[in-house]
């Protein structure tokens, strides 16, 4: 199957940021992709105070932009991340999937908010505005279960593992590490996902812009079930595109059977 992560800029203007998306997805139409990925907080810029401005029901505007992309060009779209508000008023960092005739089947609500306070670097706090979700997120597709989570979701080991364990043959992952967290972690953090789990793992995130306020590390990454970096992107805006061998994930599973020898009576 093949992938793509569109590693686009985010601007004020939600509207834009929509219409941007879709020229990059019109732009690889004849590459046949059959999952395209967005970035984190792809429609609105990637601060606190933003996300309740930004924020819209499920089955609002920008779900509806994404499902038309995902049904005219006949791909799974997951649709980066959003800020989602329910009808009690709480906003989630969420991401919706669709299938390739724009119907959703998932949606992640980001699990793990991203309350850091690193010093000399970066500082954030999620928590401010949103709330976290409270599952795992695993999907249908005719090539198997594909799995989603969103950025910090990815330094919880055992998240990953549980997506594994109920059938992700691959897990994607809108992102915007920053400027303190991508040298450090970013790269290393995607090898040591896939390689514990033997899956493939495919991180989107937004270009670099220095100007914004949160500054995005960029390198939209793929990793494989050996821990190898397969492709990585500069922090330019860009596309990232890739083939993924689930037949050579599992012939890795079948001879390094980790998945098989755990001992859950340790745990």
Same mark, same amino acid.
């Given at each position: ?219 939209? &990454? ?5 821990? +190898?970096? #397969?492709? @990585? !992107? ?6 990232? %595109? $890739?083939? &993924? ?5 599992? +012939?890795? #599973?079948? @001879? !390094? ?6 001992? %859950? $009576?340790?745990?």
């Amino acid at each position: 199957m093949k992938v793509a992560a569109i590693q686009m800029p985010t601007v004020e203007d939600k509207t834009e940021n929509i219409r941007t998306a879709g020229k990059y997805i019109e732009k690889i139409k004849t590459e046949s992709p059959d999952f395209v990925v967005l970035p984190e907080m792809f429609c609105c810029p990637y601060q606190t105070e933003n996300f309740p401005v930004y924020a819209e029901k499920e089955g609002g505007p920008s779900w509806q932009a994404m499902s038309d992309y995902a049904r005219e060009y006949q791909i799974y779209l997951i649709a980066g991340s959003m800020p989602e508000i329910d009808e009690a008023g709480n906003v989630f960092n969420t991401s919706y999937i669709f299938d390739r005739n724009g119907n959703q089947i998932g949606k992640h609500r980001k699990a793990h908010l991203f309350d850091i306070n690193v010093k000399n670097g970066q500082y954030f706090k999620e928590s401010d505005t949103l709330t976290p979700g409270n599952h795992a997120t695993v999907f249908d597709t005719e090539f198997g279960k594909m799995g989603v989570m969103i950025c910090y979701d990815i330094r919880f080991p055992e998240f990953a593992r549980r997506m594994v364990l109920l059938g992700a043959k691959m897990i994607f992952v809108p992102a915007a590490f920053n400027m303190t967290t991508g040298p450090a972690h970013w790269e290393l953090t995607f090898r040591a996902r896939a390689l514990d789990n033997q899956i493939y793992m495919l991180g989107c995130a937004p270009s670099r812009n220095v100007q914004a306020g949160y500054i995005s590390w960029g390198h939209s &990454i793929v990793t494989d079930p050996w821990g +190898q970096v #397969r492709n @990585q !992107l500069d922090e330019k805006e860009g596309i990232l %595109i $890739e083939e &993924i061998d689930l037949e050579w994930e599992e +012939q890795i #599973r079948e @001879q !390094l059977p980790l998945l098989t020898h755990r001992r %859950i $009576e340790l745990y």
